[in-house]
């Protein structure tokens, strides 16, 4: 629950709190990468982002919050990791 | 430009006009199907939607209008063709 936990770029809003980042891409191939990767990610560990927006620069992420409550900082920096990937 | 011309279940906005649309499906591999076809058209097409809105079980599309002005109809039947394929 502790603001301090939230990580660089992500919005906490409201109570359960749900995380919010924008990530701006060059070009539509490197959005698409980021959210073919981030759909990969999604399988993988069991948990989709609450809503996705995208176009062709741009993808916005929305996760809820845990069960118990808490923002999903730690799927929030699993999804932070994918950019590193390229 | 003419109303008629709009695709059913697609609502066009301002001018130039928009088009959106929802679609709704049963679970996630099913709306990951139709973003996958989805996306597939888009770089066949060399035309990409606005925006696309998604959570686990909808898609909302939104499309901008053609460059002389008018609703993207043709582009809205074409995605539409996508729910025939599953």
């Not at 939230?6 to 959005?31: K, V």
């Amino acid at each position: 629950m502790a603001e301090c936990d939230i990580p660089d770029g992500w919005q906490a809003r409201g109570t359960p709190p749900t995380l919010s980042r924008r990530f701006p891409f060059p070009d539509y191939p490197a959005t698409r990468r980021f959210l073919d990767a981030l759909a990969a990610l999604s399988e993988q560990a069991g948990v989709h982002p609450q809503t996705i927006n995208f176009g062709s620069g741009y993808v916005n992420v929305t996760l809820d919050a845990t069960a118990d409550g808490a923002a999903d900082a730690g799927f929030a920096r699993r999804i932070d990791a994918l950019l590193a990937q390229g």
